[in-house]
Each structure stands twice: as C-alpha cells, then as structure tokens.
C-alpha cells in the first residue's frame, strides 16, 4: 500500500530570484514522491509570505488543521528546505512536534532531513536549542524593556499601590483613596499613635478602604504597607521587596528612580514616619523568649472564618510569691483584635504546646496513611504510567495547536475590523480580550508540556521523586531535633499547606479536624537544580485527622480537671506535687516549676502509693498515657 503524504511550498518575494520559485519547489517534491512510491494527497501553497511566523501563512495553518483532524491519514509531509517550512526555530519544533503528536514524519528534500531517522532527529534537537536560546533572547529583551521604564520614571507594572489607578501603564491618584492615605500619615505622626492604635482609630471612626468597588476595613497590614510605600513620596523602587537571598545580601541591587507620577505624600513626611518606625521597632523588641518561633502561625487556620491563626501569650504575675506565672502560649484568630477591625467573633484560643504536638504526630505518620500512597501514585507516579504521561503530553500537545490557531484567527479577526465602525473601540476590546485569555491558555498548556516531558525522562531512569519524600519523613523526628525554632517553622511552611481545627474540643478530646498537605516534587538531581527553582510537580492531599488515633500528644487535662476525675471516682484529693511526680515518673513532660518558694525545704512529700494508681487512672481517662501503662514500684520523685 503506498504511503500517503502533502507537499507544502512557499515562497517569499526575495526568493523568487533565489531558484526557489514556486513551480520549481512542486516539481521537485512531486518527483521526489513518485520516486519513492508515495501518493501525494494534497498540495498547500503559500505565495510571497514569510517563514518567521506561521500566523501570516494561511495555507500552513489550513495544512496543520488537516493534520490535527487526520483528515487523509497521511505519512509524511514533504517540503524543498527547512527554511520552507519555517524561518523560526521555536515555530519549526512546536509544528514538528505536532506532526510526531500524530505519527507523521517532516522530509525536508534538498536538506536531506527525515524526522524519522537518527540524523533527522538531530538536526530536530539542535533546533530545540536553538528555540531555547530564543525565549532566553526574548525575556532578557522583555527585562530590558522594563528597566528602561523604570530607570524613565514610568511604572514598570506589578500590583498599583492603593490610591493610584494605572492608566496607560501611567499612575493616576485616585482624589479620596488618596485622602485616606495622606490621613494614615498624619495619625501615624501624632504623639502616643502607632500603628495599630492609627487601625483602631481609623475603624472606630468609620473610615474604609475600598478594593475592586467593595468596602473593606482597615487593618495592621494594610496600614504598615501604606507607611512602608516610597511610592507616596514620588519613588519607583525596583526589588524593593524580593526572596532573592543576592538582592538580601546586597541592597545595592535595588533600583530607587524619582517616578513620573503625582506624589501623595511630602518628602519630609515620609521620612519623619521612617524615624518614627525605626524608633518603634527597636522599642517591641521580644523580651520574654526572644529565640521562641510560633511552630504553626499562620497555617492553623480560624474554624470561623478562615484566616491564619497567630501567637497569643498569657503571662500572668504570681500575687502570691513574686514575679510571674509560666507564660501560656496558644493560637488564636487575628481578626479578633481590635487593629483588624474586629471582623471574626471567634474568641477561642488552641494550646500551643498541645496543637503542635498532635499535628507533628500526625506528620511523622503520613507515609503511611493512604491518602499519601494514593497522592503520590497519582502525582508522580511510577514506571508502569509511563504510558499514560505520553498519552497526557501528546494530547496536551493537541491542545495547545488548537489554542495557536485560534490565536492565528483571532488575530485575523483582529486586523479586519473596520476603524471607522461606531462600535469599533468595543469590538477592538472584546477580540483583545479573547486574545489575552488564549495566550494565558497557551502559557499554561506550554508549562504543563515541560513538565511532563521531564516526568517522563524521570520516569524512564526509574527515578522515584516520592523517595526523597518519604526519606524526609521518615527521619522527621531526628531533623527537627537538630533544627533551631526558625529552621522548624520554614520546614513546616514547606510541606503543609493547612491545619484546620475545631471550634470546641470534641468529647473524645480531638481539636485537629484535617492537615492538608503539599510536597514539592523535583525530578532533576539537586546538584542541578537551582536554589529558588520552582518544583516540577506538587503532591496535595489531606489527611481526615479524625480518622486517625489520637494518642497523649493531643490529650492533656489540667491539673485541676485531674483532681476533679480523682474527687469524683475515689473520694480522695490528690495535690497538684503529687499529680506532677506520677506524670514525671511516667515519662510526662511537667515543664519548669515556676511556683517554687524563696527558700528550698528539706522534705518533699512523696505520693503514698494508693494515691499514685489513681492519678495514673486518671491519666489514663484522660488519654495522657496508653491503657497498657502499668504501675510502677519505684518511687514517683
């Protein structure tokens, strides 16, 4: 059965006079077919266009449509020159790879080029370098573009500060936005105001910001971003604010430019509030646990309205003997407070101490849940997917064609509006628009193809990204104790993503409601890798805390709610000296003492073996100790 292929020409107006004309190209590329016995099904012209893009050729896209519906069910596509097919290396590869999506094979007749063999696919890998070294090209160009702009004065884009609009890429101020800025400035300098005395003010007296048309109140946050801004003062700062550790280590990187647009505030306003600020920061210095980290700040989250949970402390002075009480440490909602406008009712605060314990419980166990076994086997997979990851990046392949020629016609549609039509600004924008969100479906579709080619490369070494996960967990216990407080929280912050809580403490004594979790994946070696690169893959799941025993880490009664168990079941009282030798005879953590009397005594009473085993009941009712725990003969001190 003869093979099936199309003849593709073109032609541009330079190269008539280079031999290339038309009639010479079809003549070639016919004998060529007859020669190796193929049946030439269709012809696609392009007469005096350009190669560097395939957006101006309307038989080329008429050629690839045919193609991508497997209209004749061709072979191969034979063409004079690579440079018929296309001037640009990223368009020739994206096109190429199309052909190979659908098992057809590009021969290129004077080059001596065949896709379906070693050679070919060289030279098809050389023009995949060469691609890359365009996009590099192109984004140092785009870089370049907005340093111009910067170092003008102009807004080189990113978020607009509150109390400007961007107008053609240009800030305009926004007359009461404004207002509210300049005001925040003026509280701020007042004397006996800071910064979160200026959000009660403000709150109390009804002022709003107002985002995307909705009033919001006014918060910590937005407040300190308002006085932190040069912006206001008539400076455009570019890496002003970056996680690049270069820029942290050397400021110099930063590029400050007096900007083209209206300042709000005088310059000797903004900087009298710097002062003021400075002033203050070294004034809040932590005093009471300077090195001490909230482990889970910001990831427990509010069961009332969603927000990230931050540090309370309770630190109450001792009337009795001097000084203070141990300082109790728990999570509680931000929004409660009075500086972020009192906007959630939720007044329950969760136990540090007891929290932390039952999620890192819990995270020392994730391996083994089926929730991680079945992430990880649907995110990364192993060998035996290896199959379906090409099935996946040759659709995705499709995709993103369908998504090119759609562009190519919008973009046709585009330049054929009439510029004198009523209508002709509305119509301009609703084609534009139509463009923008095919050029984000492109990004995406371009992205997903990346990595998926190298899954597939991973997958095809037999390379197991979950193993460095489960080698991290597995180990979780020795890391963390080696780790300082700023190390444990950054390595909490990168696989969770989560910790939902109830609102009250359920009778079984559970407050972790679900974690859900999000391991970054790598599948190139870590030799290679940069250190900001973003991960190839991402494995999130949750895990139904519920589920899942609870054992003493998350149970803990206090000491008067064990004396109460005690009274209630046996009669007996029991002290609070006799509660805390039986937890530290079996292996409880009792903290510090911190309500010792001025003078040491000579006798400590010891807890009379009958009262023991019932504290150890009571322990045990209380989930503090496992059923299996038995009584002890050694003493309790």
């Given at each position: 059965m003869r093979k099936k292929c199309y003849i593709y020409t073109r032609v541009s107006t330079a190269a008539q006079t280079e031999g290339y004309s038309l009639e010479a190209q079809t003549e070639r590329l016919r004998k060529y077919a007859e020669y190796k016995e193929m049946e030439v099904v269709r012809e696609y012209c392009d007469a005096g266009r350009s190669g560097m893009s395939i957006k101006g050729r309307p038989a080329f896209m008429e050629m690839m449509d045919d193609i991508s519906c497997e209209k004749d069910e061709i072979s191969c596509v034979l063409v004079f020159k690579l440079s018929r097919f296309g001037r640009n290396a990223a368009d020739i590869l994206k096109s190429v790879q199309l052909l190979m999506d659908f098992d057809v094979d590009l021969v290129c007749v004077e080059d001596a080029i065949d896709s379906s063999t070693q050679g070919g696919r060289l030279t098809l890998a050389i023009l995949s370098a060469v691609a890359e070294m365009e996009h590099e090209n192109i984004t140092v160009q785009f870089m370049a573009a907005r340093m111009q702009k910067l170092m003008s004065g102009g807004w080189s884009g990113g978020g607009v500060p509150y109390g400007y609009v961007s107008v053609n890429k240009e800030l305009v101020v926004v007359t009461e936005a404004a207002d509210l800025v300049r005001l925040i400035y003026q509280k701020y300098l007042e004397p006996d105001m800071k910064l979160n005395t200026v959000v009660g003010w403000l709150n109390e007296n009804g002022y709003k910001r107002v985002v995307k048309?909705?009033?919001?109140?006014?918060?910590?946050?937005?407040?300190?971003?308002?006085?932190?801004?040069?912006?206001?003062?008539?400076?455009?700062?570019?890496?002003?604010?970056?996680?690049?550790?270069?820029?942290?280590?050397?400021?110099?990187?930063?590029?400050?430019?007096?900007?083209?647009?209206?300042?709000?505030?005088?310059?000797?306003?903004?900087?009298?509030?710097?002062?003021?600020?400075?002033?203050?920061?070294?004034?809040?210095?932590?005093?009471?646990?300077?090195?001490?980290?909230?482990?889970?700040?910001?990831?427990?989250?509010?069961?009332?309205?969603?927000?990230?949970?931050?540090?309370?402390?309770?630190k109450r002075k001792n009337s009795n003997h001097g000084g203070y009480y141990k300082i109790v440490y728990s999570y509680g909602c931000r929004n409660t407070r009075k500086s972020a406008g009192r906007v959630c009712n939720c007044r329950r605060t969760y136990n540090q101490d007891k929290l932390d314990r039952a999620v890192m419980e819990i995270v020392g166990k994730v391996t083994e849940t089926r929730e991680f076994r079945q992430a990880v086997m649907n995110t990364v997979g192993d060998r035996s997917s290896l199959d379906a990851c090409e099935a996946d990046l040759k659709r995705t392949r499709k995709e993103l064609h369908s998504q090119e020629h759609l562009k190519y016609k919008l973009g046709t549609e585009l330049d054929n509006l009439d510029v004198l039509a009523e209508d002709y600004d509305d119509e301009y924008e609703a084609v534009q628009s139509k463009i923008d969100?095919?050029?984000?479906?492109?990004?995406?579709?371009?992205?997903?193809?990346?990595?998926?080619?190298?899954?597939?490369?991973a997958l095809k070494k037999g390379v197991r990204s979950s193993d460095n996960i489960q080698k991290i967990l597995d180990n979780f216990d020795l890391l963390f104790e080696r780790m300082n407080c700023e190390e444990r929280r950054e390595l909490c912050r990168q696989f969770?993503?989560?910790?939902?809580?109830?609102?009250?403490?359920?009778?079984?004594?559970?407050?972790?409601?679900?974690?859900?979790f999000r391991f970054p994946v790598y599948y190139e070696d870590e030799g290679k890798r940069a250190e900001n690169d973003e991960p190839d893959e991402v494995v999130t799941f949750e895990v139904d805390c519920t589920e899942h025993r609870v054992t003493a880490s998350e149970a803990k009664a206090t000491y008067a709610e064990i004396?109460?168990?005690?009274?209630?079941?046996?009669?007996?009282?029991?002290?609070?000296?006799?509660?805390?030798?039986?937890?530290?005879?079996?292996?409880?953590?009792?903290?510090?003492?911190?309500?010792?009397?001025?003078?040491?005594?000579?006798?400590?009473?010891?807890?009379?073996?009958?009262?023991?085993?019932?504290?150890?009941?009571?322990?045990?009712?209380?989930?503090?100790?496992?059923?299996?725990?038995?009584?002890?003969?050694?003493?309790?001190?």
């Open positions: 048309g909705e009033d919001k109140v006014i918060t910590s946050d937005f407040v300190s971003s308002v006085l932190g801004n040069p912006v206001y003062y008539g400076m455009i700062v570019y890496n002003r604010r970056t996680n690049s550790e270069e820029i942290k280590r050397n400021p110099k990187e930063t590029i400050s430019v007096r900007g083209k647009h209206e300042a709000i505030i005088p310059e000797d306003i903004w900087m009298q509030v710097q002062e003021k600020r400075k002033m203050l920061r070294k004034q809040n210095r932590k005093v009471d646990d300077p090195g001490r980290i909230s482990l889970l700040s910001g990831l427990v989250k509010c069961p009332e309205c969603g927000t990230g949970m931050v540090m309370k402390k309770s969100e095919v050029y984000d479906r492109i990004e995406v579709l371009e992205e997903r193809i990346r990595k998926l080619k190298k899954r597939m490369e969770i993503e989560r910790i939902d809580v109830f609102q009250e403490e359920r009778e079984d004594g559970r407050i972790l409601k679900r974690i859900v004396r109460a168990y005690v009274k209630e079941k046996y009669g007996m009282n029991v002290s609070s000296l006799y509660i805390a030798q039986v937890k530290r005879k079996y292996g409880l953590d009792v903290g510090k003492a911190y309500n010792k009397p001025a003078k040491n005594k000579n006798h400590v009473p010891v807890c009379p073996v009958e009262k023991e085993v019932v504290i150890l009941d009571a322990l045990k009712h209380f989930r503090m100790l496992d059923e299996d725990v038995e009584y002890r003969k050694e003493s309790a001190v």
